[in-house]
């Protein structure tokens, strides 16, 4: 694939992000000639979160726009794998370890978690 039709599937691949509203300066987009991949992180640009069904439909648009490319997501916050008929995407978790004198706790924290609820956790580890 020429660099020129690579520059095309990357610029196609951006507008589709724009139109569903992702906030692109969290979002990397390389293309080689079998691949385009994204990485970072998917977030909406401004309020509202995305759902797994909005992800999946923005990929599943993303991979019939861009042209003779894979579509591979290697994203911080969500798991996605690609299926014949789609993508099946779960937002991840983020593990926390928090270490006190000498002992360690592990946190699981997702972005709906409130931080006031996360800081009583801890609290009450630390008892």
Sequence with gaps: MSQQKQYINRVTAKSVLVKHGADMTRVRITCTPTNLYLDGQLHKDGPGQFTPMKVGALLKE????????????????????KTASGFIVNKKRIRITYTSGGHEDNFHIS???LMRDMLKDIDGKKS
Aim: hydrophobic share 40%; charged share 25%.
């Design 62 to 81: 993303m991979q019939q726009r861009v042209t003779n490319v894979a579509v591979i997501c290697n994203f911080d916050n969500w798991s996605i794998e």
């Design 111 to 113: 972005e709906d978690d």
